[in-house]
């Protein structure tokens, strides 16, 4: 994870904007403790913080290509840069360094906006024109990487992260009442909108264009446009089967190029437990994997988490979450930038503090439960599309009295409690249908 951060004005920058550049630069530390660099010219001011990951002693940023046409800062990592940075090299193109930042300047170069089509990876990153004098803002497919901007037709600021936008001096920052709705109603703020008004999250599979106080933005990934189609070649479930295999086993292996410590978040679930099956196998050292349990048994996955461990025999640590609530949540607010009311933020906040300790990179499952309806809501959702088929007298003089005489254990995690929500839900949309 490193830090950006950038100001361009149409009428150039003054005294004032490049103070505030360094002192957001230096505000997103936490981002990057490795480097931190500023570049700046007439209309337009770059900076950043550095983790390294690749390229350890010559990928710093802000990094401009050779002709010093371009300047880039950038946070992510493409996974398939050496296949880009081959390709280039066939066309003439000239590195100066093993990084992936170099090969999205020289994509940029020969590519223009059609790059990061072509990019595999997690990206949010700013490029500078010099001789279009045109400020290019790119976020990869799904978002992962966090690209913030306030733009106007005087200027436009972005960054890693919406606390340093509002340290700018001009922008007097307003709650957006409608992202104070959805906040209330779904428990964070619907992209692309924040917190604050005239403040936006650049979409993700997006790239916007800011070119003397004009600017557009223009989709180029969408999960839709993927979703359901289904390779040519695929004609039974086996088929199915291997194809998953040999992709996870190809996403997996991408994401363990690294010139630093690769480690791994263990649940105990399929998710985390395949992502580390497909490391342990092509990892070269022995793996390191962290997992935090609670002290509420019915809570932990620390036993689950152990049983993979073993089997897989990676080095496992772990901890017993226990934190001081009042000292943790104002940190997670400043971290977090916006409001956000999912409570798994405490304990993967003490995980990545456990993690830091032994790795400097950690993959994780997060993601798989979505792509492979692995929550227990969508199980309900569908046994509930089953049930309503079930005439209204059964359920009010059967099925419902039969559920309110189980004992009440009052734990989210036991059956009779998931039984007893099953059947109000149902009531209540009963009631609604009616």
Not at 91 to 120: K, M, P, Q
Not at 205 to 228: C, N, P, Q, T
Not at 383 to 406: C, D, E, F, G, K
Request: negative net charge; glycine residues 6%.
């Amino acid at each position: 994870m490193c830090g950006i951060i950038g100001i361009t004005k149409r009428d150039g920058l003054s005294d004032q904007d490049c103070e505030y550049l360094r002192y957001s630069t230096l505000q997103m530390q936490h981002r990057g403790p490795d480097a931190e660099g500023i570049w700046i010219a007439d209309r337009i001011g770059l900076g950043h913080r550095r983790l390294s990951i690749i390229d350890l002693n010559s990928g710093a940023q802000p990094m401009q290509d050779p002709t010093t046409r371009y300047t880039i800062t950038y946070n992510g990592e493409i996974y398939n840069y050496k296949e880009l940075r081959h390709e280039l090299e066939l066309l003439d193109y000239v590195f100066r360094t093993d990084s992936d930042t170099e090969v999205i300047l020289n994509a940029y170069a020969h590519w223009g906006t059609g790059c990061a089509e072509r990019f595999n990876g997690i990206f949010a990153f700013g490029l500078w024109d010099a001789h279009e004098q045109s400020l290019l803002l790119a976020r990869d497919h799904l978002g992962i990487k966090p690209l913030i901007y306030h733009a106007t037709r005087e200027m436009l600021i972005f960054g890693s992260e919406l606390k340093s936008i509002l340290q700018y001096p001009a922008l007097k920052p307003e709650l957006d009442l409608c992202s104070v709705s959805d906040y209330l109603s779904l428990g964070y703020v619907l992209s692309p909108k924040t917190i604050i008004q005239d403040v936006h999250k650049l979409p993700p599979g997006s790239w916007l264009v800011w070119k003397g106080g004009d600017f557009h933005i223009k989709r180029f990934w969408d999960l839709a446009s993927v979703v359901g189609h289904t390779p040519s070649h695929i004609r039974s479930a086996q088929q199915a089967v291997e194809a998953l295999q040999e992709q996870l086993n190809r996403a997996v292996r991408m994401q363990l190029v690294s010139d630093v410590p690769v480690g791994a978040f263990l649940s105990g679930g399929l998710d985390s437990s395949t992502v580390i099956q497909k490391m342990v196998s092509a990892y070269p050292d022995r793996l390191k994997t962290f997992s935090i349990g609670f002290k509420e048994e019915s809570y932990s996955e620390l036993p689950f988490a152990q049983l993979v461990a073993d089997y897989l025999g990676t080095e496992h640590f772990t901890e017993i979450v226990s934190p001081d609530i009042n000292e943790l949540l104002p940190k997670l607010a400043w971290y977090l930038d916006e409001p956000f009311s999912d409570t798994s933020a405490i304990p993967t906040y003490v995980l990545c503090q456990l993690a830091r300790q032994h790795a400097k990179v950690s993959l994780s499952g997060d993601g798989g439960d979505e792509c492979f309806a692995g929550y227990e809501t969508y199980l309900a959702d569908l046994a509930q599309s089953l049930y309503a088929r079930v005439p209204s007298a059964v359920h009010r003089l059967l099925v419902a009295p039969i559920a309110n005489r189980l004992p009440s254990t009052h734990q989210k995690v036991s059956w009779d409690y998931k039984l007893k929500q099953f059947v109000a839900y149902d009531r209540s949309s009963r009631e609604q249908a009616q």
